[in-house]
Structure formats: C-alpha cells, structure tokens
C-alpha cells in the first residue's frame, strides 16, 4: 500500500502559479502510476495530469495543457504538478492519486489511493 499527502494549494490571483507536492511513503512509490485530479462541489473528480511510473509519459487534460507541468522524483517518493496561468476554472480540490496499472489502460485507472486533497482557488 501507499499513504498519500499533498500540499502546496492555496489562494493565487488569475495568471498566477501554484506548486503542488504529493509525497507518498513505502517502498515501491516507484510501482504506481501517479495522477493529479481536480474535484469541483457537485462534479465528479476529473483527471488533470497523469503520469508513468518512470516518468517516460505523461497525460494532461485538454484546458491545461501548455500551462500545467506533471513530474515524479522516485528518490524522493514524491510527485509535483506545477500550475502556470492559472484561472479560475481552475479552481477546485485537488486530489494525488496512485494505482498499480491493472485495472485498465493508462491514464484511465481506478486508482485505488488517494490523498486527503487540498484547495487550490483562483480569483479573478
């Protein structure tokens, strides 16, 4: 199993930049794909950024592309999304997520850990 914590949201004007942290403990961080979800109230929880479990690939939803960046140190058990030109569609909890891959095709696992999440709001 894998325990999952973020930090780093906050509140951030439009066209500013957040860096979120996930670190995971145990020994084999680097057996799980990692993903970055955003929920907003009443709306299922969307998948932002995924990535591979070397690193070799990474997934991002349409409207962040080119402006958030998705990367994992395994060293460090940790991965790292960094929010560029945020705006407040951005706005939401933001949730780590860590699956094994066997439940589907990547991105699109289950992911079966989670974070406790955290908030990133984006005024305008």
Same mark, same amino acid.
Do not use: H
């Given at each position: 199993?894998?325990?999952?914590? +973020?930090? =780093?949201?906050?509140?951030?004007?439009?066209?500013?930049?957040?860096?979120?942290?996930?670190?995971?403990? =145990?020994?084999?961080?680097?057996?799980?794909?990692?993903?970055?979800?955003?929920?907003?109230?009443?709306?299922?929880?969307?998948?932002?950024?995924?990535?591979?479990?070397?690193?070799?690939?990474?997934?991002?939803?349409?409207?962040?592309?080119?402006?958030?960046?998705?990367?994992?140190?395994?060293?460090?058990?940790?991965?790292?999304?960094?929010?560029?030109?945020?705006?407040? +569609? /951005?706005?939401?909890?933001?949730?780590?997520?860590?699956?094994?891959?066997?439940?589907? /095709?990547?991105?699109?696992?289950?992911? /079966?850990?989670?974070?406790? =999440?955290?908030?990133?709001?984006?005024?305008?």
């Amino acid at each position: 199993q894998v325990q999952l914590v +973020e930090s =780093g949201g906050g509140l951030v004007q439009a066209g500013g930049s957040l860096r979120l942290s996930c670190s995971a403990s =145990g020994r084999t961080f680097s057996s799980y794909y990692m993903a970055w979800f955003r929920q907003v109230p009443g709306l299922e929880r969307d998948i932002v950024a995924a990535v591979t479990r070397t690193g070799d690939r990474v997934y991002y939803e349409d409207v962040v592309k080119g402006r958030f960046t998705i990367s994992r140190d395994n060293a460090k058990n940790m991965v790292v999304l960094q929010m560029n030109s945020l705006q407040p +569609e /951005d706005t939401g909890i933001y949730y780590c997520a860590a699956d094994l891959g066997y439940s589907g /095709d990547w991105p699109v696992y289950e992911y /079966d850990y989670w974070g406790q =999440g955290t908030q990133v709001t984006v005024s305008s």
